[in-house]
């Protein structure tokens, strides 16, 4: 699993929760029926656990609630899906994602942000320089919007 950690220095002693969009990638070699599951735990160890089931006909993200997220191309050869306020974090909050096959094999993830892999991946939207973790005039920027 690839994980993503957002310490109290990044976010800044004190400030509160927010909630942030997450795009994921969806590699080309991911089949209809194929997941995405996605673990946001806090600091206190507490985890909101979502899964995407992936429809390459439809081109859409679906989660278990029946929300559709349409795919779209990411300008890097693969497909992504965003999730608007797909998440809440606070400091030390931390983001996993894992890729499981569409006959429940599960696989290890590991972010490859800057070339098209084969992993799937999250990432959250407010970290706007895209450097893998959210500081903290990001998180004003994005508790504002």
Known sequence: MATAKIDATEMGVGEDAIVTDVKYLVPNDMKTGDKIKSIVTDANGNSVTKIYTINKENNTATDEAGNVYPLKP???????????NGAVITPGTELKTQFIDRFGNEGDIKQKPNNISNKAEATLSADTDKDGVINKDELKTASQA
């Open 74 to 84: 990411n300008g890097k050869g693969a497909m992504a899906f965003d999730v608007p």
